[in-house]
Structure formats: C-alpha cells, structure tokens
C-alpha cells in the first residue's frame, strides 16, 4: 500500500480502498497499521464489525488502541444496549440514522481539530445493508467534502465488487485516490 504517504495525509486527501471481501479484515488491520506508522490518530467508524471485535483484533496484531477513537454504528444496534466495552468508543443507536452519525463526526472532529488525525470508514459495502446506494453516495460526499475543507484525511473502505457502478463511480469522483489491494 505504498500510495499512502505522510505528504498525502497531510494535504487531506481522501482514498477509495477496494478489497477483496476474504481479506477485508487483514487490510483493515494493515491500513491502520500504515497510518498510525505515519504517527496519526485514527478516527474509526464501523459498520463492519462491532468496536469490542475490532479492538481484539487490533489487540492480538500489536496495534495500539490509544490512537484510535472508533464511532461504532452496529454495536448497540444488534445488542440493544451498549456493549461493555465501551472505552474510546461513541456509539450510535441505527446504522439507518445518518443524521446522528454525521453529528458524531462532526462532535469528534471539532474535539480533535488541529492533531494529525485521519478518518477510515469500515465499509461502504456493509452500509448497503442499511441505506440505499443514493443515501450512501451523499453521506460519502458529505464526508469527503468536510474532510477537505477541514484538511484532514480519510479512507473509505469497500469490496470490490461489492457495489453498484453508480456507487463505485461516485466515490471514485468523490475521493482522491483508488488504493486496489485485491490479489491479482
């Protein structure tokens, strides 16, 4: 993944990650690896899995949880309730709720506004279980937009092939760059 580069994150560009869906979790875990080795703080907003999963994950592959703040959109979704690990986590009721969790990131990027911090979005893909193609087009414009204005970086992870041509040539035109890490 050697687009990724400090320069890169520092002028706030924006990245389509396109990934095979067998190896979705492995670059997760490698695309956050890369960033924090830039030395930035990382905020990490799930779909895909909830944050009490993900912080094992990284536990287990030597990532260090004090960098990364997550905004977990599934964890209190599918337990009702919020889960006991709650630590460095803001959660948010529905997935649906798009409103709620714009504000989220709003609320988070204002508090850490002026450090080095990059946003990863984990995964385009699984948010088409809850939102329409259109829905998720908009909030991915919203973000890159804010993200640009705000000089901050972000990444956009998603399966190859997992979504609509629509989709895959709005964020295409939305983000900076394509970062394939599919096996070819």
Known sequence: MNTITEEKLDEGDSF??????????ENNIRLVREVQDL???IIMITFNQPSPILKRT??????????????????????????Q???RAVFINNPRNLTNLS????????????????VILDSITTMLI???????????HFMTSKLSILGMSGFFIAV?????PTLMTHLSTFTDEVIDLTPR
């Open 58 to 83: 990284y536990l287990k592959n030597d990532i260090d949880l004090d960098t990364i703040i997550f905004i977990d959109a599934v964890s209190k979704y599918a337990l009702g309730t919020l889960p």
């Open 85 to 87: 690990d709650i630590d």
């Open 16 to 25: 389509l990650v396109l990934s095979s869906a067998s190896k979705l979790k």
């Open 130 to 140: 809850y939102l329409s193609s259109g829905d998720i087009s908009k909030f991915t």
């Open 39 to 41: 030395h930035y703080q």
């Open 103 to 118: 504000v989220a990131i709003s609320e988070m990027l204002k508090e850490f506004a002026g450090t080095r911090i990059c």
């Open 160 to 164: 190859e092939n997992g979504l609509d």
